[in-house]
């Protein structure tokens, strides 16, 4: 093909310094793939995790999960995609990169109302949402939840996405600004967690009750305060680790709180069998063409700076979902 293609390697783990590019020469699509140029990159929290080693990776690794970009190229056995197709997927380790070969059956169409910048700025936060309220917790109009870091990529979406089923919503953020905009994507309540108590706020909010499910993912700071936080047989959601890993949970806390249920899912099982891949990025591109969300995309970063993008992400200055131009 002779197309020399720059890609991320983290050789050893640790802060965003450890994010080297490399340059080599673009095989052929084999086996069921396509070679796909990117346009745009989603930054995800777990792409920090892979870094730092929270969640070990074989060394040297590729890094980030997300993309979306045109079809240059395909192998004999791909019948579904063309080349031309404009494409989007998740959970594909090495979306940092200007091109990449990668299995077709990962892949979904994007439709011509998305653009590519929108589809790499909701996909793998807008499935997360999407299984989060709509298949692992049925939320409706009778549920109130606490949803934590709000005003992040994953929760913003989650804000819109609760208020379009009904749900009262009692959020926390960093700061007075991430409240506002919470606010304005259909937040109830914002805690500033970092100077208020959340667990008396939300029974301040709640008349006592409490809520019906706590979604974190927050993890290490919060996870095992939320507990009080639920009603009797609440449930709480760790679905993440942005301060660190959740302690472990006695189950015998679980039965004192309330006969609580305690989950920790993942888009990998909630999201990567194709039916679940078709069913759930459905629903996000119904939901962002019909309106019901918005999509809040901080796009100052080009994939050449995403050293400072991890850097801001961690530093908790980011808002919103950050997506990455291929600049090169
Ligand atoms: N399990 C799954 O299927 C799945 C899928 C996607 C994402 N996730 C998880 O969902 C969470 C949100 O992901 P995202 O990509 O949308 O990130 P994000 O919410 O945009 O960024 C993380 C936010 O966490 C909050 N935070 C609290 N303590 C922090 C700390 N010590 N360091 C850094 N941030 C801290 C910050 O918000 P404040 O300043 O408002 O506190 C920060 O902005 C992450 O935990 C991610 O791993 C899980």
């Not at 998740?90 to 929108?118: C, F, W």
């Not at 936080?229 to 006695?250: A, E, Q, R, W, Y």
């Not at 609580?260 to 990998?268: D, V």
Request: glycine share 8%; with cysteine.
């Amino acid at each position: 093909m002779g197309n020399l293609i720059k890609e991320v390697e983290v050789k050893t783990n640790g802060g965003p310094e450890k994010i080297l590019w490399k340059e080599y020469e673009l095989t052929k699509p084999k086996n069921g793939q396509v070679t796909i140029e990117h346009t745009f990159i989603g930054l995800n929290f777990i792409d920090t995790y892979h870094r730092s080693g929270l969640y070990p990776l074989p060394l040297p690794t590729k890094l980030g999960m997300e993309g979306s970009g045109t079809i240059i190229d395909k192998s004999s056995e791909v019948s579904n995609f063309e080349i031309g197709d404009r494409v989007a997927y998740v959970m594909a380790l090495g979306s940092y990169s200007t091109h990449r070969n990668i299995e077709a059956s990962k892949l979904v169409k994007i439709p011509e109302q998305i653009s590519d910048k929108q589809a790499a700025a909701i996909l793998l936060k807008g499935m997360t949402v999407e299984y989060l309220v709509e298949r692992l917790f049925k939320i409706n109009s009778s549920h109130t939840v606490l949803f934590h870091a709000v005003a992040g990529g994953v929760g913003l979406l989650a804000c819109q996405w609760l208020k379009h089923l009904g749900a009262k919503i009692i959020g926390t953020a960093g700061s007075k600004e991430k409240a506002i905009l919470a606010k304005k994507n259909g937040c109830d309540e914002v805690i500033l967690y970092r100077e208020e108590n959340f667990v008396e706020k939300v029974k301040y909010f709640t008349a006592d009750e409490g809520v019906d499910v706590v979604y974190d993912g927050v993890g290490k700071d919060t996870a095992i305060l939320g507990l009080d936080c639920l009603k009797p047989l609440g449930t709480m959601v760790v679905f993440g680790n942005s301060s660190g890993n959740c302690p472990p949970i006695d189950p015998n806390v679980l039965a004192a709180k309330g006969s609580l249920f305690f989950t920790r899912p993942t888009l990998m099982n909630y999201g990567t069998k194709r039916e679940d891949l078709l069913h759930s990025s459905d629903r996000v591109f119904e939901m962002l063409s019909n309106n019901k969300i918005n999509l809040n995309i901080d796009s100052s970063y080009n994939l050449s700076d995403v050293a400072k993008a991890h850097n801001d992400l961690q530093l908790r200055k980011t808002i919103g979902s950050i997506v990455m131009k291929n600049n090169y």
